[in-house]
């Protein structure tokens, strides 16, 4: 078994112990406001309805399996908030039990398998995992996402941010012919795609718990000025060596993966710059997106997440209107079909454009790593080991199926701060450890075993690739450069 060479990030470290005492009790909260709301509407529209007694039995049924999942979530916040050990995972016939079991052995022999001394990284993939447990020992509720609404509420809230990136491929769509010739032109335009891909990751919902739709729409600002502004939190960048890695691959049957990271706004932004490499370079011909498949750290993507995308696009009622001036409500708007917030032509410009991107699901220009109606919790090699709770040190041992695909791959890009944290494995780095140290310092490496472009804003601790003097310098400023989302890093690591 590999020892890493420092110890893990875990509560006792500030950022780590917020996340236990805040982030995750609301987050749990939040679930148990879901059930309760499908609970209480299921009740009142079985005693209203005509319903036969097959769906009232049925219902009922639901209603009770809501109550008992509710109530094993309330005992979990309590046992969390009082430091308690972390419970076994039930023999649920889904993935991955006997791993997470063995590894609370081992960390109960250590003494660190409490909620406030078990690493932060294994705790939080243990309990979304636990959660899943919740679900899928019953009959009514084992496809239930209990994050899907929220996913759905935020991606409504960026509208304004969709349509400009619409209006931005148009544009790109009027000169293809002038741009496929021009590689200079392409490789500026390629790092405009890189940072849109990479702030697009500030969506985050098991981070954003507190900010309105208005703060969000801030986040996903998607213009040329401010992401020349945003440059400057850049802390690692490597955007002309990936830029220089595709342009040096001579096969003409090219794949990128995307492992992908959050549902809504980040994967429409994922979609866009896949669209990028495939319509507008001559260096890419397919894409693979690479799901979770169970309900994973609040957004991320999900088969039915990703099937749901490209239809909620089109349809002309799936982003809400705009606010009426002064701030006055319009009597009946609830009744009133939802118009896209922009101009016409700005909605056709998103239909075009979407339009396009499903004739590449239907060729496999752009594909799924597993089928798209894949159910949650259904077993499959090629997605297993996303929700695992091991770093991806292990990947080419315990994920070989997935490890010998991504071989293959002309560019595979790790999305956001988890796929991050695993690769790296989230323990004590010094922050001048170069990147491809920290993602090989194993017995199954994977620097050299494929290209990998890490893109991810620094929502958690570990942090390599950068050095010490920068690292001194926000830290006397008083940043919580590690944590606040305000930072980046895009890291390149080329095949060997």
């Known amino acids: 078994m590999f020892e890493p060479p420092y110890p893990p990030y875990d509560p006792k470290d500030k950022s780590g112990y917020e996340t236990v005492v805040k982030r995750w009790p609301v987050i749990l909260t939040g679930i148990i406001d879901t059930i309760y709301r499908i609970d209480h509407h299921l009740g009142v529209s079985l005693e209203t309805s005509d319903a036969t007694s097959e769906d ?10 809501g109550k008992g999942i509710i109530e094993k979530i309330g005992k979990l916040k309590y046992e969390m908030a009082r430091d308690r050990p972390l419970e076994p995972i039930p023999d649920d016939g889904e993935a ?14 250590d003494k660190n398998h409490t909620w406030f001394t078990a690493p932060w990284l294994f705790a939080e993939c243990y309990l979304y995992r636990l959660l899943r447990s919740y679900f899928c020992q019953t009959t009514h509720w084992c496809t239930f996402d209990p994050f899907s609404f929220q996913k759905e509420e935020t991606f409504r809230s960026s509208g304004k941010a969709i349509y400009q990136l619409a209006k931005m491929m148009h544009e790109l769509q009027v000169d293809k012919q002038e741009l496929i010739g021009d590689s200079e032109k392409l490789g ?6 890189i940072q849109m891909c990479l702030w697009g990751n500030a969506t985050d919902l098991s981070l954003l718990t507190h900010l309105s739709h208005d703060d969000i729409a801030h986040l996903q600002t998607v213009g040329k000025e401010a992401q020349q502004a945003r440059k400057e939190f850049i802390l690692k960048d490597d955007q002309d060596n990936v830029w220089s890695h595709l342009t040096s691959l001579q096969d003409n049957d090219v794949t990128v993966d995307f492992v992908l990271d959050n549902a809504g706004f980040e994967l429409f932004t994922d979609f866009v710059f896949a669209d990028f490499l495939v319509t507008y370079t001559p260096h890419v011909s397919r894409v693979v997106f690479h799901p979770k498949l169970i309900p994973w750290f609040v957004s991320d993507v999900t088969p039915a997440d990703f099937s749901s995308t490209i239809p909620n696009l089109l ?12 701030g006055t409500e319009t009597p009946g708007v609830d009744e009133v079909k939802a118009l896209p917030p922009s101009r016409p032509e700005e909605h056709e410009y998103l239909r075009n454009m979407v339009t396009r991107w499903q004739s590449y699901i239907d060729s496999g220009v752009f594909s799924l790593s597993v089928p ?3 159910p949650l919790g259904a077993p499959n090699s090629k997605a297993d080991f996303w929700t695992s709770s091991r770093p991806y040190w292990d990947l080419k041992e315990k994920a070989p199926l997935v490890f010998n695909g991504l071989s293959k791959s002309g560019l595979v890009i790790f999305k956001g701060d988890l796929n991050y944290r695993k690769l790296t494995g989230d323990i004590k780095w010094p922050v001048s450890t170069p990147f491809e140290t920290a993602i090989d310092n194993c017995t199954g490496p994977l620097a050299g075993s494929f290209p990998i472009l890490s893109l991810r804003t620094n929502k958690a601790d570990v942090v ?19 944590v606040n989302g305000k930072y980046a890093l895009v890291s390149f690591v080329p095949r060997t």
């Open 188 to 193: 500026v335009l390629f790092k405009e795609m």
């Open 315 to 326: 349809s002309d009622t799936f982003f809400p209107p705009p606010k009426p001036v002064g």
């Open 372 to 374: 798209l109606d894949t």
């Open 96 to 109: 991955f039990i006997d791993v997470y079991n063995a590894e609370l052995k081992r960390l109960e022999q």
């Open 56 to 65: 009232v039995t049925k219902g009922q049924e639901k209603i009770a399996e």
């Open 464 to 482: 390599v690739g950068i050095s010490q003097e920068i690292a001194d310098k926000l830290d006397v400023a008083g940043e919580k450069w590690r």
